[in-house]
């Protein structure tokens, strides 16, 4: 599973290389890493649209035109905004050493409109035990084919990790390091060294 998503990211830089994409969508993002008693198990993930781009979707996503989303409609923009991106980890890529972890799905996962911007939120689930030495853990959220330009602010990035586990995490840049050659510069992951 780790090769694919290694395959994957590499097919997907190719293919950015190509295209020389520019950016239609924009969404500023913060993350918090969340963990239970054992395990990192999923990235908290917060993204506010652009103006255009949340008006557009709001509005196809709101099929009875009441200006909320029901419980079906939430359902269908989730399927419509974060389906095609499940076959990209949801553009949450989480390197372990230096593998690369496929994700488990998501849950939780919120849509509301405020202020006039389109806002998501949603836990994308992994799957990474801690061990009694510490592991590093690296996690970059972005769009590879920058089409969707997300700029992700990883000094705010948070951390919900039970007492019993030892967890130190910071912003850092990612460039030079060869497992993220295919982002963009200036994209910040979010270190973590953790251990139980």
Do not use: C
């Amino acid at each position: 599973m780790r090769r694919a998503l290694q395959t994957a990211i590499l097919l997907a830089t190719g293919l950015a290389t190509m295209a020389v994409a520019h950016p239609h969508v924009f969404v500023d993002a913060t993350v918090k890493a969340v963990f239970d008693q054992n395990s990192l198990v999923g990235i908290r993930n917060h993204w506010v649209y652009d103006e255009i781009y949340s008006a557009a979707t709001f509005a196809s996503a709101d099929a009875d035109g009441n200006g909320q989303l029901s419980q079906k409609e939430s359902e269908q923009l989730k399927n419509t905004v974060l389906g095609p991106l499940a076959s990209k980890n949801f553009y949450n890529y989480v390197l372990v050493e230096t593998d690369f972890y496929a994700t488990d799905g998501i849950k939780n996962f919120k849509a509301e409109m405020k202020n006039g911007k389109l806002v998501l939120d949603f836990t994308v689930l992994f799957s990474i035990a801690a061990k009694k030495d510490y592991t590093m853990v690296t996690i970059a959220v972005d769009d590879l084919t920058n089409y969707i330009q997300i700029t992700t602010d990883m000094e705010s990035a948070d951390v919900d990790a039970p007492d019993e586990m030892d967890v130190e995490f910071f912003a850092d840049d990612l460039k030079g390091l060869t497992m993220f050659r295919a982002f963009r510069t200036g994209v910040q992951g979010l270190s973590l060294r953790l251990k139980k």
